[in-house]
T-cell receptor, first 116, second 114 residues
C-alpha cells in the first residue's frame, strides 16, 4: 500500500459525458501527478501540481483539467469524453516537486475508466 | 521529443536471471528509473541510476547504463515467480518549472515459469 488513494476504482460512462477522478496523496506529500495508461499510448504524464499550483504539464488534452485543493487532494476532470479516453488513470504523489530520486513518486492503484 | 523503447515480453524459468533492456533518446536525462507494476496495482519504484554512473547493484537487481548507446538494462538474479510483473523503464528530464518528469517505455511483461 503506497498511501495514495484514488476514487473511484472503476468508472463506466458514455461518450460526451464528464467525470471527475479523485486522488488523496500520502500524508505530508505536497506534489500530485496524474498519468494516463492506455494500450495504444502506454503510460503518459498528464499534469503535476505542487502545493495547489500547476507545476508541469505533459500530454494533457484541453478537454481535461485538474486542480489541487488546500487540503492537497487533487481532482482530474475529463469532459466531452470519447471512446479513446478509456484508460487507467494513475495519481502519484511526492514530498517535494520531484527532486529525484530520493523524493520518488508513490503511485495510487488507479481509476479504470471505460467510455462506451 | 523523447522516446523510450522496451521489448514487450520476456519469459524465464524460475531461478534463472532475467535481463530487461531499454533504449532512450534524451541525452539530457538526469536519472533513469525502473518501475514494477503488479496486476491491479500502481507503479512501484524498483531502482534508479544517475546518468553519470555505469552500474548500480541493489540486492538481486543490477542496473547497467551505456550512456553512449543510450541503453539501460535491468538484471534480476535468481528470478522468482513473485517477480512476474510489468517492468517500466523511465527517463527523467527536468521540466521548465524544475520538476523531474518521467517519460516511460511501454513496459516489458516478465513471465516466470516454475
Amino acid at each position: 500500500d503506497s498511501g495514495v488513494t484514488q476514487t473511484p476504482k472503476h468508472l463506466i460512462t458514455a461518450t460526451g459525458q464528464r467525470v471527475t477522478l479523485r486522488c488523496s496523496p500520502r500524508s505530508g506529500d505536497l506534489s500530485v501527478y496524474w498519468y494516463q495508461q492506455s494500450l495504444d499510448q502506454g503510460l503518459q504524464f498528464l499534469i503535476q501540481y505542487y502545493n495547489g499550483e500547476e507545476r508541469a504539464k505533459g500530454n494533457i488534452l484541453e478537454r481535461f483539467s485538474a486542480q489541487q485543493f488546500p487540503d492537497l487532494h487533487s481532482e482530474l476532470n475529463l469532459s466531452s469524453l470519447e471512446l479513446g479516453d478509456s484508460a487507467l488513470y494513475f495519481c502519484a504523489s511526492s514530498v517535494e516537486f520531484g527532486a529525484a530520486p530520493q523524493e520518488t513518486q508513490y503511485f495510487g492503484p488507479g481509476t479504470r475508466l471505460l467510455v462506451l | 521529443g523523447e522516446d523510450v523503447e522496451q521489448s514487450l515480453f520476456l519469459s524465464v524459468r524460475e531461478g534463472d536471471s532475467s535481463v530487461i533492456n531499454c533504449t532512450y533518446t534524451d541525452s539530457s536525462s538526469t536519472y533513469l528509473y525502473w518501475y514494477k507494476q503488479e496486476p491491479g496495482a500502481g507503479l512501484q519504484l524498483l531502482t534508479y541510476i544517475f546518468s553519470n554512473m555505469d552500474m548500480k547493484q541493489d540486492q538481486r537487481l543490477t542496473v547497467l547504463l551505456n550512456k553512449k548507446d543510450k541503453h539501460l538494462s535491468l538484471r534480476i538474479a535468481d528470478t522468482q515467480t513473485g517477480d512476474s510483473a510489468i517492468y517500466f523503464c523511465a527517463e527523467i528530464v527536468i521540466s521548465s518549472g524544475g520538476s523531474y518528469i518521467p517519460t516511460f517505455g511501454r513496459g516489458t511483461s516478465l513471465i516466470v515459469h516454475p
